[in-house]
């Protein structure tokens, strides 16, 4: 499989299949991603979501599952059928579809491309577009000190009836 890199205005390297496969191009860059999760203590650019997608593909292949693994604003990347089908949420591309170990090779260069970039040039990448991770993954690095951000910790609460406010109480007010 061809893979080239094209850098963006923050100095991320982006995978590029080229015209071929115009809905991998998206879905790479949109569920996949070479920026850090929201939170995450990384400043440069990070191979979180393509190990995540490495590892998720392996562990669904291993034990005989099909469906999505990973999805962005408007992808969604899914195993099926011995295949990883990149599908647009929004109809912007027709879904298209590669072997795994071709979808496996993609990745691994990819991962190489970012490890050079974050060592060799480390461009900083602001909070402002990573992506939450999923719920319960834990994030490349240590959590992030919001303090040191200058940014205040705030703790919402949102309305809540009586037995709810009962449950909360009774935790002692703990998340």
Same mark, same amino acid.
């Given at each position: 499989?061809?893979?080239?890199?094209?850098?963006?205005?923050?100095?991320?390297?982006?995978a590029r299949?080229?015209?071929?496969?115009?809905?991998?191009?998206?879905?790479?860059?949109?569920?996949?991603?070479?920026?850090?999760?929201?939170g995450?203590?990384?400043?440069?650019?990070?191979?979180?979501?393509?190990?995540?997608?490495?590892?998720?593909?392996?562990?669904?292949?291993a034990?005989? *599952? $099909?469906g999505?693994?990973?999805?962005?604003?408007?992808?969604? @990347? +899914?195993?099926?059928?011995?295949?990883v089908? =990149?599908?647009s949420?929004?109809?912007m591309f027709?879904?298209e579809a590669?072997t795994i170990?071709a979808?496996?090779?993609?990745?691994?260069a990819?991962?190489?491309?970012?490890v050079?970039?974050?060592?060799e040039e480390?461009?900083p990448?602001p *909070? $402002?577009?990573r992506?939450?991770?999923?719920?319960?993954e834990? @994030? +490349?690095g240590?959590?992030?000190?919001?303090? =040191?951000l200058?940014?205040?910790?705030?703790?919402?609460?949102r309305?809540?009836g009586?037995?709810e406010?009962?449950?909360?109480?009774?935790?002692?007010w703990?998340?």
């Open positions: 499989m061809d893979v080239t890199f094209v850098s963006a205005e923050d100095g991320a390297p982006y299949l080229g015209p071929a496969w115009v809905g991998f191009d998206e879905a790479l860059a949109d569920a996949v991603s070479p920026l850090p999760p929201r995450s203590a990384e400043q440069s650019v990070s191979t979180h979501w393509i190990d995540r997608a490495l590892t998720q593909v392996r562990r669904m292949v034990a005989g *599952e $099909t999505p693994f990973q999805g962005g604003n408007a992808t969604t @990347l +899914s195993v099926v059928e011995g295949q089908v =990149a599908n949420d929004y109809d027709d879904p590669m170990e979808f496996e090779e993609v990745l691994r990819w991962r190489d491309a970012v050079r970039v974050r060592d480390s461009p990448i *909070e $402002t577009y992506r939450n991770p999923y719920p319960g834990e @994030l +490349s240590p959590p992030a000190d919001w303090t =040191a200058g940014r205040d910790l705030v703790t919402l609460w309305p809540t009586p037995e406010l009962a449950l909360v109480e009774a935790s002692g703990r998340r």
